[in-house]
């Protein structure tokens, strides 16, 4: 929590399943400045192995700023500044010797709009893994493609025409989880998705939010959301921003049923935001 004045949370603020494991991602006093604009003031948070993390609030509260903090998407915006710590595995990772696109490689990113390559669907997913050269024959390329297809739930319908079908000609909801394997194709350690569910029908969100349950196994999650419902379905924590500042994170239960934050209760209940 960062206001010092209320009383310690009594619930582990750690996800269940990694209790026993360290932060894989711990953000320290983060300050960011878009120009004269204080845009993230004072935010601290950890995201652990194995777990989703789950940002809400109103529209324009920093939670997209804050996401980008972690695979350094803010570089090269001159306007921009930022100040505190984030580490990853313990290493700054704004260290100078930190080379950015070997850091953005440990991070899978998903967008709220679905935004396939103008390419086949075996090469929108081949991209990431022949850039970072994590295989090494045409085999194991297939091989890999096809894993990431069946993680997004999408090799059954697409299998026929990996190489004829343009990433464009698939569905909606189709497309996103196409953007979801190829997110998955460079074997990152965390998924960031900025609302990834914002532009999808129902039907698509579902089988969507039941992917991102079945990644967590193998990778943490961060996901923007501006709906409530999902958060509650999908995260084991979600961190409530207001106006730039974090004002609550906890296990997701504990923040819809008994929020601490009088602001995040009223945000929670609609009344506010």
Sequence with gaps: MLDSGRAPAKADP???????????????DLDLWYGETHALKNVTFDVYPQE???????????????????????????????????????????????????????????????????????????YGARLHG???????????????????????????????????????????????????GTDPEVLLMDEPTGSIDPIATARLEELMMELRVDHSIVVVTHSMMEARRVADRVAHFHLGELLEIGPTEQVFLDPRNPETRRFVEGKSG
């Design 134 to 184: 994590l295989v090494d024959t045409g085999a194991e390329m297939d091989a890999w493609v096809e894993h990431c297809l069946r993680r997004a739930h999408l090799w059954d319908e697409v299998k026929d025409h990996l190489h004829d079908q343009s990433g464009f000609d698939l569905s909606g909801g189709q497309q996103q989880r196409l953007c979801v394997a190829r997110a998955i």
């Design 14 to 28: 750690r996800p269940s399943h990694g209790r026993n494991a360290p932060p894989l991602i711990e953000v320290a």
């Design 52 to 126: 989703i993390l789950a940002f809400i609030g109103p529209s324009g509260c920093g939670k997209t700023t804050a996401l980008k903090t972690l695979n350094r998407m803010h570089d090269g915006n001159p306007d921009v500044r930022i100040t505190g710590r984030i580490t990853m595995s313990g290493a700054d990772i704004n260290a100078p010797e930190v080379d950015p696109p070997l850091h953005r490689k440990r991070f899978g990113w998903v967008a709220q709009k679905p935004n396939p390559f103008a390419r086949s669907i075996y090469e929108n997913v081949a």
